[in-house]
């Protein structure tokens, strides 16, 4: 559920993370985030602000993704919570630990590392970041003409500029095959318009 939602979200590691439930509005299909679950050495796990003013956002998903969510919340948190008993920390946070006296406790940042590198070894693929999640979604909206604004605010970024500049060789790469599959429509539509008239000049 967790690398779902880096995934189709675009959200840093420390903003879904910091999804508690009441972020998730069932009724809309969206979620709202507004903290960041960040580690530092001297300090340990806290819970702050995002990045940015602009990364405090609303985020629509797909009805398949709010479904998962429903599905993640009755068949593992809540039975996760009934069985961990007096054990339990109630922090209402979505993606928590499991392990005796820190059950129900936010999650380590570098356990979402972990799993990718455990995940990656386990398969024989490549090393995955966390992050590139981020990068694949900005991808992925780019590929399908999303404008820059759009994107810029759905990943959070204080400037539509930052993102620009950040993916300035997909946009590139994109525009090219958008610019190459309109020119096949097109081509193939006037192909198609051409034969219909000759036809009809042949049957009249």
Not at 59 to 68: C, E
Request: glycine share 8%.
């Amino acid at each position: 559920m967790l690398i779902h939602l880096l995934l189709v979200t675009g959200g840093r590691r420390g903003e879904v993370l910091g999804l508690t439930w009441d972020n998730i509005d069932f009724n809309f299909n969206r979620i709202y985030i507004e903290k960041c679950v960040y580690y530092e050495a001297d300090t340990g796990i806290y819970i702050d602000k995002p990045k940015t003013e602009s990364s405090i956002r609303w985020i629509r998903l797909p009805v398949q993704t709010m479904k998962l969510l429903e599905q993640y919340r009755d068949e593992y948190y809540l039975p996760l919570k009934t069985a961990c008993g007096s054990s339990w920390t109630d922090s209402n946070f979505l993606f928590v630990k499991d392990n005796g006296k820190e059950s129900g406790k936010v999650m380590h940042p570098d356990s979402i590392t972990g799993y990718c590198d455990k995940f990656a070894e386990r398969y024989g693929l490549k090393h995955i970041n966390p992050h590139a999640f981020r990068h694949t979604m900005a991808s992925f909206l780019y590929f399908a003409g999303i404008d820059t604004i759009s994107i810029s605010g759905h990943l959070g970024h204080a400037k539509p500029s930052t993102t620009q500049n950040m993916y300035a060789h997909v946009m590139a790469e994109a525009e090219s095959r958008i610019a190459d599959c309109m020119g096949d429509i097109i081509l193939s539509t006037k192909h198609k318009r051409n034969d219909t008239e000759d036809s009809h000049k042949k049957t009249g």
